[in-house]
């Protein structure tokens, strides 16, 4: 593999009419895990996956996730999604996802924030042994850093859920993606035809399980609002969506509804 | 094209963790997905697409598919799948789709009967305009058709489901594989340890939409399953789930739990 694959992964798609939403575009959930999967992708291809994990007796989880699009990629189209390493530290590297249209011009990023674990204790692990098989890249990501997601005192709604065997994944935990779904099912499809989501951020911060009955709680405005999903006393994720009117599509404008 | 990458087209497919359920294999609503996905793509490139299909007012419609599997493809596994069609008549065409391991060996197949409906009165259309795109193939399927499925009588267990946004597809129904995904969601994640579906079938008979509250109908024995979903009067899908103990893997066997 040449230096410049190393540093920079990319893979083209092709967007199905099967796996588009009502709006007939790539659903939030599907780019989300799409971003996993192309991390997992990259990372196993310069020796940092998995399995090189096992190795040192960990594992590789996702701590927060920022999606930021000016425009979603559309039915029957094509588009490419690139990654590299922003930076390591210590406990975590910070990788970029670029989605990209046809013609190679950005339409969005995602920004996500992986911590390696000890499989047995739960705690962070150490990364520098396998820092040199994480070089990041000099390429630039233009959205902002994740918001500090704070707790919601006091939620203007909430509803039930309780987690079922196809919301779980390879970990026994419910898949991160599912997440997402859970979240954005807070809202009507009517609101959805009305409005787009310009940027989410989720922090995952505790695991859920099968059979799990959690609430959701969403407080905030017509155009920024928090979300989280609580077990009992343990907060699951938290989540702040910023929708925009359609009407607006195309610019990242901050008009409200 | 090929005359025969006509009459058979095939896609590679790797098995990523993150697409994984909590047995490490591909889910069966995955499986479902990715069987819809190669029929769009095999269509679309013969010519008998969403698009050939919408000159004749027209669209296709999924109306039975059955998914049997000798084993799953498992995490981190390299598979294939290869599509044909079988039979057509007048009103619908039947699709094979072979699931095959790295060595090209099949773990698996699906049948699929798609109707052509009329958009407007959704009626089924006259195919004969189309017959000259779709060339059926000589290769054999070795599972059976779909068991005709009656109504369940008296269900010995049942549960309710609201659908709600992420369950909506681009036709804005309810998605074909969530309808997969709410039927095995009657188990608990402990039965899927100790048996796993080796005979799936499911009958599309009408649609349900956003907000629909349905109750999910089951009878039968350890071994063999009917489900329905009904939505008020009307029944949305009806399905057969035959189940095998896991310690049977690699078999077709009919063992009783």
């Given at each position: 593999m040449q230096n410049d694959q190393r540093r920079e992964f990319s893979i083209d798609y092709f967007l199905s009419a099967a796996e588009c939403n009502a709006q007939q575009e790539m659903s939030l959930s599907l780019?989300?895990?799409?971003?996993?999967?192309?991390?997992?992708?990259?990372?196993?291809?310069?020796g940092a996956g998995y399995s090189r994990m096992l190795e040192l007796g960990a594992s590789w989880v996702l701590s927060r996730m920022t999606l930021e699009m000016i425009r979603m990629p559309r039915i029957n189209e094509s588009f490419a999604m690139t990654t590299w390493i922003q930076s390591v530290n210590r406990h975590f590297s910070e990788r970029i996802v670029e989605i990209a249209d046809a013609k190679g011009?950005?339409?969005?990023?995602?920004?996500?924030?992986?911590?390696?674990?000890?499989?047995?204790?739960?705690?962070p692990i150490d990364l520098t042994p396998i820092f040199s098989a994480l070089e990041p890249s000099e390429r630039a990501c233009p959205i902002?850093?994740?918001s500090r997601l704070t707790a919601i005192d006091q939620a203007d709604e909430t509803s039930m859920y309780r987690f079922r065997y196809s919301d779980i994944d390879f970990n026994r935990h419910v898949t991160s993606s599912r997440y997402v779904e859970l979240m954005l099912d807070q809202w009507s499809l009517d609101?959805?035809?009305?409005?787009?989501?310009?940027?989410?951020?989720?922090?995952?911060?505790?695991?859920?399980?099968?059979?799990?009955v959690v609430e959701v709680r969403?407080?905030?405005?017509?155009?920024?609002?928090?979300?989280?999903?609580?077990?009992?006393?343990?907060?699951?994720?938290?989540?702040?969506?910023?929708?925009?009117?359609?009407?607006?599509?195309?610019?990242?404008?901050?008009?409200?509804?």
């Open positions: 780019l989300a895990q799409r971003c996993i999967d192309i991390a997992t992708a990259h990372a196993n291809r310069i011009v950005a339409i969005g990023y995602g920004r996500l924030v992986w911590v390696g674990i000890d499989i047995v204790s739960r705690r902002e850093r994740q609101y959805f035809d009305r409005n787009r989501v310009s940027r989410f951020e989720i922090a995952y911060l505790s695991e859920a399980h099968c059979d799990d969403r407080k905030g405005d017509s155009r920024v609002q928090d979300l989280e999903i609580v077990n009992g006393g343990s907060v699951i994720t938290r989540s702040r969506v910023t929708f925009v009117p359609r009407h607006t599509d195309g610019s990242m404008g901050c008009d409200a509804e």
